[in-house]
């Protein structure tokens, strides 16, 4: 059991639904990321917090919208999805952004599949 | 463009000695972290190097060069339990970390 937790880990849905991820950290951490993994692929980050604030926001489609109502916890709500959105969601948190060690906490993930 | 290159797997025999290369271009070095993930689980920290050498934490080291741009990590007394993908990640002058696709590393008897 790792300090993230993410809900739910699977699922499944249309490209005309609307669905969230969740996720949740008991780590005092004052940071917050989505990541896409796809097969093969390098992670690519999607969204960053910071003490709630949006730091980065790496050229997401709009279909994927975060919120971060406080720092324990991160929202991804996702609509009008593509099936190429196909994979796994990784959330992570760290003590801050930037300099030091900064290691990244993961949760383990949301395996998301678009029909 | 910034980029990170490691095998993309690589197989091992239980009770051996094996060595994960990683070799990175990027705009700046701020240090290069390892993590390994074992199938739908989560990523977990492995190691931080910021300074050229070797860091070793029991049966794993990992190595820095940073005027060749290139790591590794080293895996000794290899376990069942170590099979499972190794990322390479660094973290460039704008504090922006870099992946690597990740390394799955299949140990048998």
């Known amino acids: 059991e790792t300090g993230v937790t993410q809900t739910p880990r699977h699922l499944v849905m249309g490209m005309t639904n609307k669905k969230s991820l969740k996720c949740e950290q008991h780590?005092?951490?004052?940071?917050m990321y989505w990541y896409k993994q796809s097969a093969k692929k390098p992670l690519e980050l999607m969204f960053v917090?910071?003490?709630?604030?949006?730091?980065e926001n790496n050229s997401v489609p709009s279909r994927f919208s975060p919120e971060c109502p406080n720092s324990s916890h991160l929202f991804l709500h996702l609509h009008t999805l593509q099936p190429e959105d196909s994979a796994l969601y990784l959330c992570?948190?760290?003590?801050?952004?930037?300099?030091?060690?900064?290691?990244?906490?993961f949760g383990a993930g949301s395996r998301l599949t678009v029909l | 463009g910034q980029n990170i290159d490691q095998p993309t797997e690589m197989t091992a025999t239980e009770g051996a000695i094996v060595q994960i290369n990683c070799t990175y271009q990027?705009?700046?070095?701020?240090?290069l972290f390892w993590y390994q993930q074992h199938a739908g689980e989560a990523p977990t920290f492995l190691s931080y190097?910021?300074l050229d050498g070797l860091e070793e934490k029991g049966r794993f080291s990992s190595f820095l060069s940073r005027s060749k741009g290139y790591s590794y990590l080293l895996l000794k007394e290899l376990q069942m339990k170590d099979s499972a993908s190794y990322l390479c990640?660094?973290?460039?002058?704008?504090?922006?970390?870099?992946w690597g696709a990740g390394t799955k590393l299949i140990i048998k008897p």
């Open positions: 780590l005092g951490h004052n940071a």
């Open positions: 990027t705009s700046g070095f701020n240090g």
């Open positions: 990640a660094v973290r460039d002058s704008n504090y922006q970390l870099i």
């Open positions: 917090y910071s003490l709630e604030e949006r730091v």
């Open positions: 190097n910021v």
């Open positions: 992570a948190s760290s003590q801050d952004i930037g300099s030091g060690a900064n290691v990244l906490t």
